[in-house]
């Protein structure tokens, strides 16, 4: 079966960091592109951050740039999220999923759609 | 930064048909795509490509794009068509993902 499975999810104190992880299996992970996908409480979805299968193209939403890390290493078909300064409005369940990529028109790296997810894990920023 | 508006809610009658919208400036230039995410659980990908179907599902959503709007079509529906729904495009090296439909089967 295809499937990402996330980890490292918990309870920090704002300012404080953590590292999430999504193990990937069923799937050439070292050819696609994955992303981190996070939903606050009762609210919608807001993407954090892409990587391209080789590390070359790496983009961030512009409310985590500077304090979220996305990293992967393709040998350990896994995923990673560094989070630093962590805040009180970075609590959500963080996703991570998949997807192949496309070049656009002029030329630059472009993701398709997310497919698959995980289920998710729960990050808990609170004093 | 490129924004993605839907209607925060839809319903529709049992055994008919939904429509949800996603409008965007030019969307119909971008590859959309829509994921329905039922209560507790993860996103789901029912339509990449504006109208293309992943394997596993019903031939009852469709979907369509062009101009400044873009549509998730949802054909006899079902109870457990019940869920949230995203549409999503990539724009200025970002994922953007509408603000989420909820789709109430009546």
């Known amino acids: 079966d295809v499937q990402v499975v996330e980890s490292g999810g918990g309870l920090v104190k704002p300012g404080e960091s953590l590292r999430l992880s999504c193990a990937a299996s069923?799937?050439?992970?070292?050819?696609?592109?994955m992303h981190w996908v996070r939903q606050a409480p009762g609210k919608g979805l807001e993407w954090v951050s892409c990587?391209?299968?080789?590390?070359?193209?790496?983009y961030y939403a512009d409310s985590v740039k500077g304090r979220f890390t996305i990293s992967r290493d393709n040998a350990k078909n896994s995923l990673y999220l560094q989070m630093n300064s962590l805040r009180a409005e970075d609590t959500a369940v963080y996703y991570c999923?998949?997807?192949?990529?496309?070049?656009?028109?002029?030329?630059?790296?472009?993701?398709?759609?997310?497919?698959?997810w995980g289920q998710g894990t729960l990050v808990t920023v609170s004093s | 930064s490129y924004e993605l508006t839907q209607p925060l809610s839809v319903s529709v009658a049992l055994g008919q048909t939904a429509r949800i919208t996603c409008g965007g400036n030019n969307i119909g230039s971008k590859n959309v795509h829509w994921y329905q995410q039922k209560p507790g659980q993860a996103p789901v990908l029912v339509i990449y490509?504006?109208?293309n179907r992943p394997s596993g599902i019903p031939e009852r959503f469709s979907g369509s794009n062009s101009g400044n709007t873009a549509t998730l079509t949802i054909s006899r529906a079902q109870a457990g068509d019940e869920a949230d729904y995203y549409c999503q495009v990539w724009d200025s090296n970002t994922v953007v993902f509408g603000g989420g439909t909820k789709l109430t089967v009546l």
């Open positions: 069923g799937f050439s992970f070292s050819s696609y592109s």
């Open positions: 999923a998949s997807s192949n990529n496309y070049y656009d028109r002029s030329g630059y790296w472009a993701p398709n759609w997310l497919d698959p």
């Open positions: 490509r504006d109208s």
């Open positions: 990587i391209s299968s080789s590390s070359t193209s790496i």
